[in-house]
Nanobody, 126 residues
């Protein structure tokens, strides 16, 4: 069974930090393109940060540049999203995703991803 399971969401005050984790089962993330996305109520899902297979190239949305970092630990088959200097506008459901092609480009739109986590809520208060 192919599955992504997320953890680490919660509620924080503006300026705080969270670290989201996404553990894969049924496949390995080592050579997968991995992404983090978010979706607020009534809005389309949007790319937050994505990393190409092998970790050679990354993409960060302008609204998180300098505040969020994507990484992965292949020994744990887990991807992470480090979130710093959180703002109320960051409030959303956050999803991790993966895709198995071998293109060395951090495509960061939902249509390029085939495996998805269940989502975890991040709420930032002022």
């Amino acid at each position: 069974q192919v599955q992504l399971v997320e953890s680490g969401g919660g509620s924080v005050q503006a300026g705080g930090s969270l670290r989201l984790a996404c553990t894969a089962s049924g496949f390995t993330l080592r050579n997968m393109r991995v992404g983090w996305f978010r979706q607020a109520p009534g809005e389309e899902r949007e790319g937050v940060t994505c990393i190409a297979a092998g970790g050679r190239a990354s993409y960060y949305a302008a609204f998180v540049q300098g505040r969020f970092t994507i990484s992965q630990d292949n020994t744990k088959n887990t991807a992470y999203l480090e979130m710093n200097s959180l703002k109320p506008d960051d409030t959303s459901m956050y999803y991790c995703a993966a895709a198995g092609d071998d293109i060395d480009s951090p495509f960061c739109t939902p249509k390029y991803y085939t495996h998805w986590g269940q989502g975890t809520q991040v709420t930032v208060s002022s």
